[in-house]
Nanobody
Framework: QVTLVESGGGLVQAGGSQRLSCAAS????????MGWFRQAPGKERKFVAA????????YYTDSVKGRFTISRDNAKNTGYLQMSSLKPEDTAVYYC?????????????????WGQGTQVTISS
């Protein structure tokens, strides 16, 4: 069993940066890929980024490539999403997830566990 708790959300001006953290509890966190999804108001939840259990491979949706960086520290049971050059369209609730990465063709993630989400609002 893995419990995920996000932090770091808030209000940021367009062009700014923000870092989200995902604190995990449970001894098996390091065996899962870790990722982030986001859900804008009235829209479905979508994949943003993922990192493999070792941290050796990272994956991003096209709209955040070059702006977002995902990482993890298994010693601290924590994952991160560093976001820069933020745009109003990045506004969403961001969810941390632990599970498996599907990397054939379109990259996505199949979560086994979800966090409760943290709101990120980008003002123009």
């Amino acid at each position: 069993q893995v419990t995920l708790v996000e932090s770091g959300g808030g209000l940021v001006q367009a062009g700014g940066s923000q870092r989200l953290s995902c604190a995990a509890s449970g001894s098996t966190f390091s065996s899962y890929a870790m990722g982030w999804f986001r859900q804008a108001p009235g829209k479905e939840r979508k994949f943003v980024a993922a990192v493999t259990w070792s941290g050796g491979n990272t994956y991003y949706t096209d709209s955040v490539k070059g702006r977002f960086t995902i990482s993890r520290d298994n010693a601290k049971n924590t994952g991160y999403l560093q976001m820069s050059s933020l745009k109003p369209e990045d506004t969403a609730v961001y969810y941390c997830a632990a599970g498996d990465v599907i990397s054939g063709g379109i990259v996505t993630m199949i979560p086994d566990y979800w966090g409760q989400g943290t709101q990120v609002t980008i003002s123009s």
